[in-house]
């Protein structure tokens, strides 16, 4: 489906229904963790451990919606280890801490990425040699998933370890200190030291731009099967796959059947599944906010209906809950320039549900079963 045909359809739903169809405006006494595990899954969010502590009404609506909770930020290395060896985990025990009072499983994000670490830490790769390269990678590992085993049951172990645009012909990351230091093997190591230090966790590659039909997503794809290929014939002890789903539906158009497609190409592997960052990009979309959330739960009703038809999907997390601290409303390509919140996340800026919480909640209902149920 071309992205005009898309959007024209999803114009003429706004003009005749509230909802698009298969959508019930929500009713439901039950969050939208509840609404997952019915057909055995979960849903879940990130957080930061202010808002927790602050905002009395976000936490409660994680409370009420989420079975499954990750860290913004708190777990990336930039935060935890300002000086080599100097941890502070402050903010992700208080988010852990949250999970297990409220029955919630928790995620890791994110153990080794070319971002957001701590500006001690190239300069000491480059001078490194040898093993204690490895080790500069490794240590964090070891603290990091020492420290939560038992508490984090799954873990973002390598992100964002792809990038076509940059011209390697393998489509690698070539901006990555990883990859400069160490080369493509630095994602074995990380792997299979995650697996030595805990081996009940379930280890996820992860990686963004995956969604879209576009010649953008289309070598972002082609590139991470690849690696795949590379990676398990070596061994590597991957367990799953996250795709991010940062929807941009106003920029580029999505097409169900590749997704799919793409979908089964990788649960082929003998891989879980999930969506671990979903959001929707709404700069671009109608001036109405009313129309463009109709046309943002259209997208959304779509991209999870083709994800959760996959047996091999077993959860989905926002990136985000509230509309009132989404990222995208600061990130200069996608925050609107007249000062307006995004609406990509299924809460508003005042944690009322909107069109997005319902076309979640649908596409969780029509999902088929994988698991045992429980409401």
């Known amino acids: 489906m071309k992205r005009r045909d898309f959007l024209a359809g999803a114009a003429a739903l706004a003009a005749c229904s509230p909802l698009p169809p298969g ?4 009713v439901s006494r039950y969050g939208l963790a509840q609404h997952a595990r019915r057909s055995g899954r979960h849903f879940g969010a990130a957080v930061k451990s202010r808002l927790l502590r602050e905002d009395t009404g976000f936490r409660a609506a994680v409370a009420r919606e989420c079975d499954v909770v990750v860290q913004e930020y708190e777990l990336k290395r930039g935060t935890t280890e300002p000086k080599q060896g100097k941890y502070d985990f402050s903010g992700a025990d208080q988010i852990i801490d949250f999970a297990q ?5 928790a995620r890791g994000h994110a153990l080794v990425w070319y971002a957001a670490n701590p500006p001690w830490l190239e300069p000491a790769l480059k001078s490194a040699s040898g093993r204690e ?7 964090y590992i070891d603290v990091a998933m020492r420290r939560y085993a038992g508490r984090i049951s799954e873990w973002d172990v390598v992100n964002e370890a792809i990038e076509p645009n940059q011209g390697r012909a393998d489509g690698m990351r070539m901006d990555s200190m ?6 493509e093997h630095y994602i074995d190591t990380a792997f299979h030291t995650a697996r030595e230090t805990d081996g009940r966790a379930t280890l996820f590659l992860t990686d963004f731009g995956l969604e879209h039909d576009s010649p953008r997503c289309e070598r972002r794809r082609t590139a991470l099967l690849k690696l795949l290929d590379r990676l398990l014939g070596r061994g590597v002890p991957i367990d799953a796959v996250g795709i991010q789903g940062h929807l941009k539906p ?3 158009r999505f097409s169900e059947r590749q997704f799919a497609d793409f979908l089964r190409t990788l649960s082929g592997y003998g891989l879980k599944l999930s969506i671990t960052e979903f959001d929707i990009a709404d700069r671009g979309g ?7 959330d109709r046309e943002v739960a259209s997208i959304a009703k779509a991209f999870l209906d083709v ?3 996959n047996p091999a999907m077993g959860s989905v997390l926002c990136w985000g809950l509230s509309d009132r601290y989404s990222w995208l409303s600061n990130f200069p390509e996608y925050k609107w320039p007249d000062g307006q919140l995004s609406r ?16 979640i909640a649908a596409a969780f209902d029509a999902a088929p079963a994988v698991g045992r149920r429980s409401v």
């Open 23 to 26: 959508v019930a405006r929500s």
């Open 101 to 105: 009072d409220h029955g919630m499983r």
């Open 133 to 139: 390269r490895q080790r500069l990678m490794t240590s």
């Open 178 to 183: 990883w990859m400069k230091a160490l080369g």
């Open 250 to 252: 106003y920029k580029e």
């Open 286 to 292: 109608p001036p109405s906010p009313e129309k463009r």
């Open 307 to 309: 994800s959760l038809d």
């Open 344 to 359: 990509g996340l299924p809460l508003d800026a005042r944690m009322g549900r909107k069109p997005l919480w319902d076309a």
